[in-house]
């Protein structure tokens, strides 16, 4: 049996999956353009769209053990061993809303890079219901396999243009939980940036560990971006890992911070939905730049 949060894309238990967790080819090979199907109508007044004339932006694949894994790419057309930062997807896999925060953050100076992270499971843009891209494709990505492809994601980066010294991470929703964990995974991370990622949740085969479990444990600060009106989110939670960070005897970990957006719900930062919240999602994306160059990125 399985309770699903809708806004967070979070499973809180897990039956056994249809499918082995073995070696997979991708099902998805290539990414396609515009928005997921699950967001339309896209909320066209506050969408924002970020230029790529002065950039190299497109698709790319990211070699693997099992073949090659679509990603989108941006960084300064000019130039060369830019800053990397991975750009970890929400429930709706890298639609138009990741490609351009991917450019936005190419126009600061980074390589983005935006894998798509259900590429064996499936494609969540084609769903245009939330509830089959949880139970189709999300319930099967197992955090194992996540890790993995970022970690190609960063050889790949290495001898393609990126600077994987000065390595960073951020993520939305279901990317910003796995934000907390690759930070605790990769030790060459040097920062993260986690926008209202779910922190606990019962542990199961696919996700045997939460960001609770691994506060103690960052090899970069997280900065944890989340809105006090996030109904999937619980706020103790929230107040937990704010806890549990400061009591850490590891420094990446006690660096760490928690900020919280009292009148903000889920995904403020997504523009092309209802919940975008302005104020909050400048706010926060300034803090995000703060705190990379604060740790080096």
Sequence with gaps: MQETDLLTGEYQSLASPNEPLGRRGFLVTALGAGFALAVQPVQAQTAIHTDDWDLDAGEVRIPTAEGFMPAYRAQ???????????????????????KDTCRRLAQLGYQAIAPELYARQGDPRQYANIGDILAKVVSRVPDSQVMSDLDACVAWSKVNGGDTARLGVTGFCWGGRITWLYAAHNPNVKAGVAWYGRLTADATAMTPRHPLDLAGKLHGPVLGLYGGQDTGIPQDTVERMRQTLAASDNPASRASQIHVYPNAPHAFHADYRPSYREVEALDGWQRLQDWFKTHGL
């Design 76 to 98: 300064p057309a000019e130039g060369g061993q830019f800053p990397v930062i991975l750009v970890v997807q929400e429930i709706f896999g890298v639609h138009e809303y990741i």
